[in-house]
């Protein structure tokens, strides 16, 4: 198995993170993060938990997480201070900052809505390499937001993606090194200083893989399709329908 570099914790300790947990293996970085909720809302600072293999990783909905060789899975815990509608259309602006920080040149490293990471690697349409998870917490005293990330870094399963790939090559120290001070610096652009999404809106498109394409989507067991002209100011999917211009605020992408 693996194991964690000695000096790993104190060097992502000084991004800013009050407590930093780093795991050869855990069930689940963001059950873990879980526990250090109520101690992150009391502090006011932000917390780190990162493994190198996860046994339950999940994603959106409950979804399984089939790891990869070797990945980047990571949650982070903010004290959250602002009604939780402030945190709409965040997973987007989190998926630019960890796209931007580890492929800042090929954009390779693509965003499909509304919390998939994918790679264009040149055959077909981009494979998934990864995704963004976001929770929260609203509880009195308890106020917190998770943000889990999960990345393939080498050694994808046949259905997806890695990003050595595509030459993007990185160990999980690395990719946490890279990663952890964007993810800090968009949740205190988008949420802090109250921004929202609007610094990231023309970001995404740039690295998106759905506008121009027909898209359709379950809402709640209900088919939307249209074609896909981007997303709104609050992050929602924009889709050109038979019977007008549709906004997807949630739900899942069944086709493009």
């Not at 101690?39 to 990783?57: C, I, R, W």
């Not at 999940?58 to 815990?77: E, M, N, P």
């Not at 917190?144 to 393939?152: Q, R, Y």
């Not at 709640?220 to 549709?246: F, H, M, P, Q, W």
Request: net charge positive; with cysteine.
């Amino acid at each position: 198995m693996n194991t964690i570099p000695s000096s790993l914790p104190e060097t992502l300790s000084r991004y800013g993170f009050g407590i930093v947990c780093c795991y050869a293996e855990v069930g689940s970085t963001m059950y873990s993060a879980k526990e250090l909720i109520p101690e992150v809302s009391s502090s006011k600072k932000p917390a780190l938990v990162m493994a190198l293999s996860q046994t339950k990783g999940r994603g959106r909905q409950g979804r399984s997480w089939i790891a990869a060789q070797s990945g980047l899975y990571v949650t982070y815990v903010f004290p959250l201070n602002k009604p939780v509608n402030h945190l709409v259309g965040f997973s987007l602006a989190v998926g630019v900052a960890v796209a931007e920080e580890l492929d800042k040149s090929s954009k390779k490293l693509l965003l499909k809505w509304p919390n998939d990471l994918m790679l264009a690697t040149g055959a077909g349409k981009p494979v998934k390499c990864g995704g963004i998870l976001i929770e929260v917490n609203d509880r009195i005293g308890q106020e917190g937001v998770s943000i889990g990330i999960g990345i393939n870094l080498t050694g994808a399963p046949s259905d997806a993606a890695a990003l050595s790939d595509v030459g993007l090559k990185f160990s999980p120290e690395e990719a946490a090194a890279l990663v952890s001070p964007a993810v800090i610096k968009a949740f205190n652009t988008f949420v802090n200083e109250g921004n929202g999404l609007a610094p990231f809106c023309e970001r995404w498109t740039k690295r998106a893989v759905l506008p121009g394409r027909t898209v359709e989507i379950d809402i709640g067991g209900r088919t939307v399709s249209g074609k896909c002209t981007g997303i709104s100011a609050n992050g929602a999917l924009l889709l050109a329908t038979d019977k007008g211009e549709y906004q997807a605020t949630s739900g899942h992408i069944i086709s493009w």
